[in-house]
């Protein structure tokens, strides 16, 4: 029997009427309104001042409960569903509860996406503004970006008193959507009077910028400038590092992220409030909201749940290997999504609706991918997880049945979770198996590398140890960037990979959990201000395409107020 649902946007509309105000949500968690800065009805910044008064608290912090996910397939696991779900269940246990998510990008919204808000009854109010310009703060992004861009080009047109080399700057600039045509491109036609300099240049993303990175990771004003002013834009001719300092950009970048900064309040369709605060992407940034908003859902409540995006080899391992190591947020559980669709799929079979229907041959074979990222959990971060099957209506009693036997040979709990067709309902045994692993408390947290390791020991750490290769291999230009990094004294920066979310390899179509192959960096740079060190492997883009048909080709917005498409 076909199953009709509504779309996700009709819910939401329909949900509209039963939301409460955002003070009443604030509330629940002791803040005021004079705490907040209201966006409307249903979403609020943190005023400044407050958030820096329980940052600085004595209050304990709460749990922290990690979300991730077995590598991505073409269905998508259910990260952020099950997020938000697990926060309702766990609410209607009693809990005083809170999430912390990234904000979503307009570069897969109108893309492949067409959001990421959940799903179904389990979403955040309200989508449409969430997925869409929410409260400014990507556009801060980008146009701090920019503005550092323009700055610098500026300087090297009036006088270049840095004498830097136009032919080794660094800085990019910078856009909120996926437009490949901009990737590589040549800036200052015209002559120095009508252009400027001409020279070779690109965009990134948003959600890759460095000013992206250093906000998520600025714990107030005064690290965030320090961290801008830290941004190296290039070099001298005599091969001296420049930056954003050294040309007086940093005052005018505070000034356009002086809101930015601030966390956004929203709540679930069941009232659970929530953060939602910078959006960088897992597979070519570091992947998880800021440190502001998660820290400050620790102090407000006994439990905050957060997400990596993507699979455990990106989110997770930066999570804990970048983030929790440096801002003491170590995480007290973690949950793996995995469904059935997406193991058949790693297991062979390759139309979507074919893998609706049961392959238990091929569902045992794609549980390699899942016992990978077991084993990762459980033997190179020593966090056991708690294994969430995102479960469909599609999905069978043998199937399911069979995921979980297998978790337990890796003495590890399986939990259906039905969050997205029940909400918060659907998620009680989820919420009783996390609350159970948490009871049951965490030995020491280990790290896939040490900040003291050489550069190519932290790579190959990584590659070998979380994602299972068997060797790496560098073009001439890394080993030149990597030599450079080295000579400037940033070498126990931590690792941020970029490589394809589509396989634990750095190539789209080895599925599973491949064995044998070898990751292959194209290029390594440095991110002084976000303090971390990114090898892009596998020709990866740090400025996504469009796929044939976007995701923008069936959104619109009707006379009547009515909006189509989204999510």
Sequence with gaps: MMIIMKKDIEIAQEKAKDMKNIREIAAKVGLEEDDLEQFGKYVAKINYQTMLKILNSDKPNGKLIA????????AGEGKTVTTIGLS???????????FALREPSMGPTFGIKGGATGGHLSQ???MWDINLHFTGDLHAITSAHNLLAALLDNHLTKGNKCNIDPTKVTWPRSIDMNDRALRNIITGLGGRRMGGDVRNTGFVI???????AILALSADVGELKERLGSILLGYTYDDKPVFAKDIEAVGAMTLILKDAIKPNLVQNFEGVPGFIHCGPFANIAHGNSSIIGTKLAMKLADYTITEGGFAADLGFEKFVDIVARQYDTLPNAVVLVVTARALKLHGGIKDLDEAKNIHMEELAKGFENVEKHLDNMLNVFNIPPVVAINRFPFDSDEEIKWIKDKCSEFGVTAAESEVFMKGGEGGIALAEAVLEAIEKGKGDVKFAYEFSDPIKVKIEKIAKKVYGAEDVEYTPRALQEIAAIEKLGFAD????????QLSLSDKIGLMGAPKGWTLNVDEVRLYTGARFIVPICGSMFLLPGLPPVPAANKMDYTEDGEIIGLN
């Design 124 to 126: 955040v109010f309200p």
């Design 88 to 98: 309702q269940a766990m609410q209607k246990m009693g809990k005083k509860v809170m």
């Design 67 to 74: 979300v991730t996910a077995m590598t991505a397939s073409r």
């Design 206 to 212: 948003t959600a890759a910028s460095e000013i992206m």
């Design 493 to 500: 920066f931590p690792m941020c990979m970029a490589k394809t």
